[in-house]
């Protein structure tokens, strides 16, 4: 058994870059041996918050956890292993898990066995690690996104040693092929295709806790598309926080369209992938997604503000002349295509002026989806520095206006789609009513309908029947 010493985070480490490329160690992942047995006849209880990135983690962590034969559990009161795999992008994210890990505090006390551990974006900051050591004595084990791979030695310690076990790098390591993945899904997978983030805009906090970008190779990702097709999925999306930088630390150029035309060759029916960013985002690209009928007509396509100033201060890096003319270019090469993206409302000192200018870009794209954020300042980055004189009153208003613009807008895009037949890959059956299913469209558009003869992880005809702003209804009819 290994003796493992505390290590804490440091976001100024994290900040501090080699200018080495990422070395692509290229390891048979192997369990430890004395850690294969720590799960039997023991369950575990796995909770994830935040983005595609960490779904994805939680299904390595999980492969890892069966293969030490841990069996899972949906129930907490139910596990002797807990483990949180958390998001740090905004402050309501954090304290959402705060309020959680105190809530499962009073199982520890009917069970002092019960181990309970603490992972992913949070824990790579330095003011969460200290909170959690001074204020939450229920936590046994803490570790980062850098170090998932010694998961497995990590949760021996803290079982067998009774201490608290804490190690988290503040630096990404090589990329680590061949761990074990237990995918939540039979038929949709997530692919991861790059790692980390080298665009540090200002308010973001991903290019500290993820890392530095290392892209995998390009055969690596290409033999996992191509198991996957053997295996029978149906639906592929290609993972990264910038995928439209895809292999820049390869030295590859425009490395991005050249793998997704790769992966579209595989075969596999839908190919879809998050997230772009417009700087990144070529010419190629779009006449890649235009020639490849695999390739989902759907793109989700952050833009954050609608005004150029407030685009400078993001360091976004891009103009919204820029922006509308990749939209109104992917548009003409991909009429069907249908568009989601980020806004962020109440960035320091955003004028109103300057907030009527993401209202005008809405008119002007008519996005068919909208995620929609308050600025939230993140200790460590650019932006938390800045001076802000915008109350949070006015802040809740702006968000309120843009949602409504938003969804009137969706509904619009939706209203399209009536009588018209979509194909839809079946998720299930619907929580309230068994009676019916849904899915997503190839515009990802979410699709509740009613049908004989349907099985989940079927791509269906639907004929659509009624719209709603953020969904349809519709009916199965033989193709
Ligand atoms: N405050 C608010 N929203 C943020 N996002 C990222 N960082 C912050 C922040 N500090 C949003 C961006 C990004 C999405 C994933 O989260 O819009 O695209
Ligand atoms: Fe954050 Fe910008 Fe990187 Fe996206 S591109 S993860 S918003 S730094």
């Not at 795999?85 to 002092?112: D, H, M, S, W, Y």
């Not at 998050?274 to 020639?291: L, N």
């Not at 005008?360 to 800045?386: H, N, W």
């Amino acid at each position: 058994m290994e003796k493992i010493s505390v290590k804490l985070p440091s976001l100024a480490d994290a900040k501090r870059r080699s200018k080495q490329p990422s070395n692509i160690e290229r390891v048979n992942y192997d369990l430890p041996e004395y850690v294969k047995n720590i799960g039997v006849n023991r369950k575990y209880y796995l909770r994830t918050y935040g983005c595609q990135a960490n779904e994805r983690d939680s299904e390595t962590i999980s492969g890892l956890l069966e293969q030490m034969n841990f069996e899972r559990t949906t129930k907490p009161e139910d596990a002797d292993f807990l483990l949180f795999n958390t998001c740090a992008i905004r402050a309501n994210a954090e304290n959402k898990v705060f309020g959680e890990i105190g809530q499962l505090k009073r199982l520890k006390v009917n069970n002092p066995d019960i181990i309970f551990g603490i992972c992913g974006c949070m824990v790579q900051e330095e003011v969460v690690v200290d909170k959690i050591l001074k204020q939450y004595d229920q936590i046994d084990l803490i570790f980062g996104t850098h170090n998932i791979h010694r998961f497995p030695q990590l949760l021996y310690n803290a079982m067998m040693s009774k201490e608290r076990t804490v190690e988290v790098f503040s630096k990404e390591g090589e990329i680590i092929e061949n761990l074990p993945v237990n995918r939540f899904n039979n038929y949709k997978a997530w692919v991861n295709i790059m790692y980390g983030c080298d665009k540090f805009c200002t308010y973001c906090i991903v290019p500290y806790t993820r890392g530095k970008q290392r892209s995998r190779l390009m055969e690596d990702i290409i033999n996992e598309v191509k198991e996957l097709k053997e295996k029978g999925y149906k639906e592929i999306t290609l993972l990264g926080q910038n995928v439209n930088a895809y292999g820049k630390d390869l030295n590859m150029e425009d490395g991005f369209a050249d793998l997704l035309e790769q992966v579209a060759k595989v075969g596999v029916e839908r190919i879809r992938f998050s997230t772009s960013h417009p700087k990144d985002f070529s010419i190629k690209m779009v006449e890649v997604m235009r020639d490849n009928k695999n390739i989902m007509p759907f793109l989700h396509l952050p833009v954050q503000s609608g005004n150029n100033e407030i685009l400078r201060k993001m360091a976004r890096g891009y103009t919204v002349e820029h922006y509308k003319m990749l939209f109104d270019e992917l548009k003409k090469n991909i009429p069907n295509i249908a568009f989601s993206t980020d806004m962020i409302v109440g960035f320091p000192n955003e004028t109103e002026e300057q907030f009527q200018d993401t209202l005008k870009l809405v008119e002007y794209c008519q996005f068919d989806f909208a995620f929609l954020f308050i600025y939230s300042p993140r200790v460590g980055t650019p932006a938390a520095k800045m001076e802000d004189s915008i109350d949070e009153k006015t802040k809740s208003r702006r968000l309120k206006e843009l949602n409504e613009k938003v969804a009137s807008y969706a509904n619009l895009k939706n209203q399209a789609y009536l009588n018209k037949v979509v194909k839809v890959l079946v998720d299930g059956k619907s929580k309230k009513n068994d009676k019916v299913y849904s899915g997503y469209s190839e515009e990802n558009k979410l699709v509740n309908f009613t049908g004989e003869n349907i099985k989940t992880g079927d791509i269906v005809d639907v004929l659509i029947t009624e719209i709603r702003s953020w969904s349809m209804n519709g009916e199965k009819v033989e193709r």
